[in-house]
């Protein structure tokens, strides 16, 4: 699906949102990457295979002492 070179990551990867932009509407909250996974302004992800990440902020994250 990506035509880059390194590709970039596929949907299922864990880093698949270091993949490149195709399109922005950030007046709707949303991006498209090249991988076919939609990401929102809130952190969550819509997979290409119709899957669904819930948001994940840093905040949500519980510091360890």
Not at 5 to 27: G, I, K, L, Q, T
Request: proline fraction near 11%; aromatic fraction near 4%; hydrophobic fraction near 40%.
């Amino acid at each position: 699906m990506c035509p880059h070179r390194p590709a970039c990551p596929s949907f299922d990867d864990v880093a698949r949102e270091a993949a490149r932009v195709v399109a922005s509407h950030p007046e709707q909250g949303w991006s498209l990457l090249c991988n076919g996974v939609v990401i929102f302004e809130d952190t969550g992800e819509l997979l290409p295979n119709g899957g669904v990440v819930a948001p994940h902020r840093p905040t949500d994250i519980r510091a360890v002492a």
